[in-house]
């Protein structure tokens, strides 16, 4: 085994066998067993040398290469006439391939987020921006591809748009692959009709065929909508010690907080024994993080018995039948930083932690980066009058006023005299001069007029939506226009271009809310 610069394996080797490129300081090469440390990058490709040593290797490679393909199908391993390692295909029907891959991810990306109400009007949760740089998905991608899955399939219903146009081709993650790599799924129409993804194990089932197209064996299945950091491949390898036929991942939650979540029951080896779905009355306090691996055929098993199950999903009927069917279902626990953002109050909570003088979610460890789509602006501008505390700046912003204790967007303006605490402004969004907001959460591209003052009076609760709107915050939807010298109160809710007239006296109080469809209050 070489470790040698990727130059001289492109240089040198027309077909080489590139078994991991990534940017971490250590990381297992899983084919063969062995490690290797490097400060940037670690490549590691088999060659036939005259060793003896080096020749096992090169043969038990091989074996084991061979393992990971289905060469009775549609792919096998060749080997060149210069004994260099290399890797084909042979093909069943003309562009008809079939690569087998151990592990592929299902990202589930589809759902709306009512909870962040006037947030996800005209865009998926997935696709909300999030610690002034990123998009909640990208945190799922990211540990994919630092995990090493380099196959994900994105399944996306609720205003795909921006969402689409956010993945791409998944250059960002290194996800452009030409076998396996990122993958949009909508829902689709079939010969025997179409129907929209009505739960998340339904979800999954409608693409069947795009997993049995790599044959794998094992499915990752990830939520969209949560913002933390894990090696799935540590969780794989917990999965196989204990030959689990599904594993969950899991961790402690406040025992007040236990209804909201999938609790499970285990016994001292950590095997699940009793699953309950958001009980009333929980028996304990460790929480499904919505992250499974399953076995890929228990969970075709699964999916496929329970395919006429009306809204299919993973808590409320898959896992309850593979206890039904004794499977060994096991809990992973994990104990690092783990938010949903479903929630106002959480989504809020989670920004404002990452301005925090030791942050608890670090974004800035360099052996496990999260990427995003970066579009080519200018660099951020701060005037010599500004006055900036503790805050995450996005690129292309211009301040000229006041900002403490806030996540700004990129392409965000602060005009001069304006003053912003506690808040969060999404990108392209302009905040007047002499405009005041304080604890509000502002959507991209939004117009707050000079001299509004978003955050005033004390709180009152909510008279458009209580199960939405329950915190003292302001929350602007995208393209949104505040007038100028409007006050705003707390635990409101405005969507949409408003005017003067809307304000009765000039004021919105607490509690109320402008939401606009079409023109129409």
């Known amino acids: 085994i070489y470790y040698i610069n990727i130059n001289s394996v492109i240089r040198h080797y027309s077909f080489p066998l590139i078994l991991h490129i990534n940017r971490f300081i250590q990381f297992r090469i899983s084919i063969f067993g062995t490690y290797v440390t490097n400060q940037e990058h670690r490549y590691c490709i088999a060659y036939h040398t005259k060793r003896k040593k080096c020749q096992n290797i090169h043969k038990i490679g091989i074996e084991r290469m061979k393992s990971l393909f289905t060469s009775s199908k549609k792919y096998v391993i060749?080997?060149?006439?210069?004994?260099?390692?290399?890797?084909?295909?042979?093909?069943?029907?003309?562009?008809?391939?079939?690569?087998?891959?151990?592990?592929?991810?299902?990202?589930?990306?589809?759902?709306?987020?009512?909870?962040?109400?006037?947030?996800?009007?005209?865009?998926?949760?997935?696709?909300?921006?999030?610690?002034?740089?990123?998009?909640?998905?990208?945190?799922?991608?990211?540990?994919?591809?630092?995990?090493?899955?380099?196959?994900?399939?994105?399944?996306?219903?609720?205003?795909?748009?921006r969402?689409?146009?956010?993945?791409?081709?998944?250059?960002?993650?290194?996800?452009?692959?030409?076998?396996?790599?990122?993958?949009?799924?909508?829902?689709?129409?079939?010969?025997?009709?179409?129907?929209?993804?009505?739960?998340?194990?339904n979800a999954i089932y409608q693409n069947l065929e795009y997993m049995e197209s790599y044959n794998p064996e094992y499915v990752l299945i990830l939520s969209g909508d949560h913002i933390y950091k894990m090696d799935y491949e540590v969780m794989l390898e917990y999965h196989k010690a204990n030959n689990a036929d599904v594993t969950i991942a899991a961790m402690p939650v406040p025992i007040e907080e236990a209804s909201r979540f999938g609790i499970l029951i285990t016994d001292d080896n950590n095997k699940i024994t009793e699953f309950e779905e958001k009980p009333a009355n929980p028996r304990s306090n460790l929480a499904s993080m919505g992250i499974y691996i399953f076995s890929w055929k228990a969970l075709k098993e699964a999916l496929i018995k329970l395919s006429e199950e009306p809204g299919c999903d993973f808590g409320k009927h898959v896992i309850p039948y593979c206890f039904e069917q004794g499977k060994r279902?096991?809990?992973?626990?994990?104990?690092?930083?783990?938010?949903?953002?479903?929630?106002?109050?959480?989504?809020?909570?989670?920004?404002?932690?990452?301005?925090?003088?030791?942050?608890?979610?670090?974004?800035?460890?360099?052996?496990?980066?999260?990427?995003?789509?970066?579009?080519?602006?200018?660099?951020?501008?701060?005037?010599?009058?500004?006055?900036?505390?503790?805050?995450?700046i996005g690129e292309g912003s211009e301040i000229y006023g006041e900002v403490t204790n806030s996540v700004i967007g990129s392409g965000v303006t602060i005009e001069k005299g304006a003053v912003v605490k506690d808040s969060i402004i999404m990108q392209d969004s302009v905040i007047g001069e002499g405009a005041v907001v304080e604890k509000a959460i502002v959507a991209e591209d939004v117009k707050v007029g000079a001299g509004a003052h978003l955050g005033v009076g004390e709180y009152a609760p909510s008279k458009y939506d209580q199960k939405v709107y329950q915190f003292d915050l302001v929350t602007i939807g995208e393209h949104s226009v505040i007038p100028e010298n409007v006050k705003i109160g707390k635990n409101t809710a405005i969507s949409g271009v408003t005017t003067a007239e809307d304000y009765p006296d000039g004021a919105l109080e607490s509690g109320g809310y402008i939401v606009k469809a079409g023109g129409i209050v």
């Not at 990123?134 to 399939?153: E, H, K, Q």
């Not at 030409?178 to 009709?193: A, D, F, H, W």
């Not at 003088?357 to 999260?370: C, G, M, S, T, V």
Request: glycine residues 10%; hydrophobic residues 35%; proline residues 5%.
């Open 329 to 392: 279902i096991f809990a992973y626990e994990y104990n690092g930083y783990w938010k949903d953002v479903g929630t106002l109050g959480s989504y809020w909570e989670a920004n404002m932690e990452l301005i925090d003088i030791i942050p608890e979610f670090n974004l800035y460890e360099e052996y496990w980066k999260i990427y995003t789509k970066s579009d080519r602006i200018p660099p951020q501008y701060i005037s010599a009058d500004a006055k900036i505390t503790k805050c995450i």
């Open 78 to 161: 060749i080997e060149s006439p210069s004994k260099k390692l290399m890797y084909g295909t042979k093909r069943a029907a003309r562009g008809d391939i079939m690569v087998k891959k151990e592990m592929i991810a299902m990202l589930l990306a589809g759902g709306q987020g009512s909870r962040l109400g006037v947030l996800t009007q005209k865009v998926a949760k997935p696709a909300v921006s999030f610690g002034g740089k990123y998009r909640i998905i990208d945190f799922p991608l990211s540990n994919c591809i630092n995990s090493g899955v380099d196959t994900v399939g994105v399944l996306t219903q609720y205003q795909p748009l």
């Open 163 to 201: 969402l689409n146009a956010h993945i791409g081709i998944g250059i960002p993650w290194d996800l452009d692959r030409n076998v396996g790599g990122v993958t949009i799924l909508p829902p689709y129409e079939r010969s025997k009709g179409s129907d929209w993804y009505t739960g998340t194990a």
